[in-house]
T-cell receptor, first 110, second 113 residues
Framework: DGGITQSPKYLFRKEGQNVTLSCEQN?????MYWYRQDPGQGLRLIYY???????QKGDIAEGYSVSREKKESFPLTVTSAQKNPTAFYLC?????????FGSGTRLTVV | AQRVTQPEKLLSVFKGAPVELKCNYS??????LFWYVQYSRQRLQLLLR??SRESIKGFTADLNKGETSFHLKKPFAQEEDSAMYYC???????????????FGSGTRLLVRP
């Protein structure tokens, strides 16, 4: 069953800790994206990657980091520098004219 | 720069009434435009895209390049249409030779019985 898998679905972390969100796809898509979803603000682009070993900052990259060592994987690290990390995070990949989305990870920092 | 504007945060209509969710965009090239829908507690899913010119669940959207708009319409709203709707634009950025999908802030549609 092909698709994008984000894990875990819910994640709790203490303030000041780094946390890494997983995004894995078996669709053989080259491009992958990370979005943050907040109420009233829609989805904002954090980072994106067109090919392996290459990625670019999106509109709200501060306090986040990514890696793209494998085509299938695009993990997002929320660092302690991110001032308001509690949010819903969505991963996506691109095929032709369309995009596929994961089911998301809700991160709560306490 | 790519930008998508959805001016309405909330749109409330009665069942059977027509619906129009507004979307305006800013992009220097030829855009690919989409409408995504997110029902309560469900995954974001593609509703329709301008290139296919199809009607899904009774919704249609026409790209108006002159007005840079891609409004979503349905002649008779149903209660099950209540959801969050996002307009999105996919365009090529020559600065980094990449495609990005940029979303509007979303409009919550509430269809009352």
């Amino acid at each position: 069953d092909g698709g994008i898998t984000q894990s875990p679905k819910y994640l709790f972390r203490k303030e000041g800790q780094n946390v890494t969100l997983s995004c894995e796809q078996n669709l053989n898509h080259d491009a992958m994206y990370w979005y943050r979803q907040d109420p009233g603000q829609g989805l904002r682009l954090i980072y994106y990657s067109q090919i392996v070993n290459d990625f670019q900052k999106g509109d709200i990259a501060e306090g986040y980091s990514v890696s793209r060592e494998k085509k299938e994987s695009f993990p997002l690290t929320v660092t302690s520098a991110q001032k308001n990390p509690t949010a819903f995070y969505l991963c996506a990949s691109k095929y032709g004219y369309g995009y596929t989305f994961g089911s998301g990870t809700r991160l709560t920092v306490v | 720069a790519q930008r998508v504007t959805q001016p309405e945060k909330l749109l409330s209509v009665f069942k059977g009434a027509p619906v129009e969710l507004k979307c305006n965009y800013s992009y220097s090239g030829s855009p690919e435009l989409f409408w995504y829908v997110q029902y309560s507690r469900q995954r974001l899913q593609l509703l329709l895209r301008h290139i296919s010119r199809e009607s899904i669940k009774g919704f249609t959207a026409d790209l108006n390049k002159g007005e840079t708009s891609f409004h979503l319409k349905k002649p008779f709203a149903q209660e099950e249409d209540s959801a969050m709707y996002y307009c999105a634009l996919s365009g090529f950025d020559p600065m980094d030779s990449s495609y990005k999908l940029i979303f509007g802030s979303g409009t919550r549609l509430l269809v009352r019985p």
